[in-house]
Structures are given as C-alpha cells and as structure tokens.
C-alpha cells in the first residue's frame, strides 16, 4: 500500500516538474513566481553542498540584473559580512573577495569561505563598478548574531573616530564581558545560573545612547556615514540579542532558537527600512538553511512552539515574499563530526523512503524544479506530511533518523521547490586532510 502511494506521489511530481537541464533559461518558471516579490527566501538543505551554493548564487544574480533586487542577506555575522559589503561596493582595502572573507574565522568557516561564495562576491563587485559614481550599489549584509565580542569591538571602533567620550563610556559599558575571555557560552552560563551578574543593563544602555546620536553620527558625511552609523547600530543591538541568546542557551532549545531567528528577523526589517530611507526600493534575496526559510508552521517546529524567519517575513510581507527550499538524494556534503570539528568530506547516505526526498528519487527524473503555487494536484500531494531532511554544519550518518529528519507539510512550507538527486560536497578555501581524503566506503575495509 506504501508502495503503490508513494508510485502514485511520483507520478503527479513527475506531471508537475520542470528539469534543469543546465541551460541558461532553466530558471525562468521560477523567475516568474518571484516576479513582483520584495523578499526572495533561498534556502539549502545542508550547509555544505555545492549545488545549493551554486544555484543559489546564479538564481540571485538573475534576480538583481532582471528584477532590481538590492541586498543579498545572508546566515552569518553582521560584522564579517560587513567587511563583504564594502568590499562588493569598492569601500574597502581589500585587494580581493578572499581578503574581503577573511573575517569569517569562527566555527564553521566553510560555509561562507567557500569556491561559490568567492566566485559570487567578485561578480558583484564587477557588477557594482559599473555604476555611476555615488549610485546606490547592491550590498552584501549578515543577519545572524553569534558576533558578541567582534560586533563590541566594531561599535568602539566606529565610536573612537566619531566620539571619543562616548568610545569611552562604552568601552566602560561593555568591559562587564571582560571576565569571560571572549568564551560567550561561559558567560551565559554564568549569567544564567547566578554565578554573574548580567550585563543585560549595560548593552541597553550602549543602544540607547547610540540611538540618540544618530541623526548627529548619520548625518557627517551623506550616504557613507549613514552606512557607517547603521553598521554600528546593528552591531550594538547584536550585542544586545547576543547577550540574551547566550543565556537563553541554558533555559531551552525553544527560547534560544526564537530568539535568534526573531533577531534575524528584526535585522532583515532594519535593512528594509535603511535601504528605503536611501531613496532604493529595498528587494532582498536571503540565504540561509531550509530550517530558518521554510515556514516552521508547516513543520514538527509548530508543535514545540518554534517559530522560523520563513514564517516571521510570511506573516509581516503576505505575497511580497518568496520561500523556495533546495533537496537532495544522496551524494556528498561538507560537515564536521562535532561542533569545532574539522571539515569533512562526508557521503550522504540515501534518504528515508518515507522522505520527500526519496518521493523525488522515484520520479526517475534527477534535477528538477516544482512549482508548489500554481499547482493544486501537486500541492495536495505535497501537503500530506513526510519526512524531510536537514544536514547542518554537522552529519551523523549513524543516526540518521534521530539528528537529520523532521516532519513536514511541503507545499504548506514552500512556494517553490529545487531538487538535485545527487549532489556533492561543497568545495572550502581552506581543505582539511579529512575533506581531501574524503570519507571511505561503508564496507571499508572489507568492501575494497
């Protein structure tokens, strides 16, 4: 009876399916489902497969040359990011895209420090030069907030060159961190069970005064110093959120996760209104894992009381935005074993027969896009629940279904679908031996 559900499943995705045959028109179907959109939500259902990267950088570049899209938002530190931003806008000494990545240092470094992610910057620093001097250009932002100690030495670097005094309060501020050595779990564990005082006040009132300096801070120089201040606005609201999430850390997954994803969330918001307030039209493409852009009312998150970005930009844009997932079959991937690990070239085993990915396999068709809007045989198929996959910065095959797989309702959680059945390993800047050697066959040694 599985069988024949899952044959009969197979053939109204293969009815519904467009093929990417490698062609430079493959993506116009999904050109035309954004067309209209301010928010392009591309997702990626492992942090480390090539394909993911791949498209999802050339499905951007289409969006900014065609539709006018004006910032790529991404899932990574504000502060690095920012280094990328003046680089693709010519505002930096960076001599190239790899110098302009080299403030991605922190655990997992391959996800932004990558062949893909290199080749994209320069292209839109090529594109950004051929703009009129003093013309908006498409920025680069990061949205996450891991960046606690990185973004308090960014708010005192901007502060000791626009206002010393108040560099020198804020260096008073924010030294409640001192104790801690730059080890942020430390502190929320800390802080959390009483072992330290909090230094929730202090970051409040770092923010606070910054905001009342702003249309002083903003206003020096044009365009440039409004970046400028905005960059350190940013960056001492993270401290802030940062604070907060590492002591959230030891109270639950739900609170942690919530509030990351609202601080996402509210910074996207933030960049709307800045690009606006520049006289652009804010449109916005953003990367990051399917588990953050899939809307989570239509996943297991719904039920723990998990809340996503998908779903936040869902519920404040309506039909401005877009969420399109990426899946894969099998193949290989680029993870680590434990947090801190090294990167390693892993095999992706099969996936789960009961899986939306193996649903895909079994159409016999290997790279294809569905469209899950415009479609109502395909959506009520798709909106049965199954499990769906998701490989983070680390894979633990022997566990396979206890760490990889959720689930789901895909046409509820999706516009648009992009699956590759087989796919490899993002290719990292820096290899390992583990990721040159890559992983051995199961059977090995038996099977060589």
């Known amino acids: 009876m599985a069988i024949a559900k899952q044959s009969l499943g ?15 028109r493959d993506y116009d179907p999904l050109l035309k489902l954004i067309h209209g959109a301010r928010f392009c939500l591309l997702g990626e259902a492992t942090h480390g497969t090539q394909e993911f990267y791949r498209e999802r950088a050339e499905i951007t570049k289409r969006l900014i040359k065609e539709q006018g899209f004006t910032a790529v938002a991404v899932e990574a530190d504000w502060p690095d990011a920012f280094r990328v931003n003046r680089y693709v806008r010519g505002l930096s000494d960076d001599r190239n895209a790899n110098e302009a990545l080299g403030g991605f240092k922190r655990f997992p470094t391959w996800m932004w420090r990558n062949t893909v992610v290199l080749d994209f910057v320069e292209w839109l620093r090529d594109y950004n030069s051929s703009f009129k001097k003093g013309a908006a250009k498409v920025g680069f932002y990061g949205l996450d907030l ?3 100690y990185t973004s308090i030495e960014a708010v005192l670097g901007y502060l000791s060159k626009v206002d010393p005094a108040a560099a020198k309060r804020a260096q008073y501020r924010y030294s409640c961190f001192e104790h801690f050595a730059e080890d942020t779990q430390a502190y929320g564990y800390a802080a959390s069970f009483g072992l330290s005082e909090s230094c929730e006040r202090e970051v ?7 905001r009342r300096q702003a249309a002083d801070y903003a206003s020096r120089d044009g365009r440039v110093a409004q970046d400028e201040f905005f960059f350190a606005e940013q960056n001492a609201r993270l401290v802030l959120n940062a604070e907060r999430y590492y002591r959230s850390m030891f109270r639950g997954r739900v609170e942690s996760w919530n509030l990351r994803d609202r601080h996402m969330a ?3 918001g933030a960049l709307v209104t800045h690009l606006n307030a520049q006289g652009q039209t804010a449109k916005i493409t953003v990367w990051e894992h399917n588990s953050h852009l899939g809307d989570a009312r239509a996943t297991y998150m719904a039920d723990h009381g998990e809340l996503n970005v998908g779903q936040l930009v ?4 309506g039909n401005e935005a877009r969420l399109i997932g990426f899946t894969t079959y099998t193949g290989t991937v680029t993870a680590a074993s434990e947090w801190d690990g090294p990167a390693e070239r892993k095999r992706v085993r099969p996936a789960l027969n009961e ?8 159409t016999g068709e290997t790279d294809f896009l569905l469209s899950l809007r415009d479609n109502k045989r395909l959506s009520n198929v798709l909106r049965e629940p199954r499990l769906e996959r998701a490989i983070g910065v680390i894979y633990l095959p022997q566990t396979e279904r206890q760490s990889h797989y959720f689930d789901a309702r895909m046409s509820d959680q999706f516009d648009a ?13 820096e290899r390992t031996a583990p990721w040159e050697s890559g992983e051995p066959p199961e059977t090995f040694p038996t099977g060589v």
């Open 10 to 24: 197979a053939s109204e995705v293969k009815k519904a399916l467009h093929s990417l045959r490698g062609d430079a």
């Open 146 to 148: 891991y960046s606690l």
């Open 204 to 210: 409040i009132e770092q923010l606070i005064e910054l």
């Open 266 to 268: 509210e910074t996207l």
């Open 314 to 317: 869902r519920q404040q844009y």
């Open 355 to 362: 899986s939306y990915e193996a649903l895909f396999n079994h």
């Open 417 to 429: 679908v992009i699956h590759f059945d087989e796919t490899r390993a993002l290719e990292p800047l």
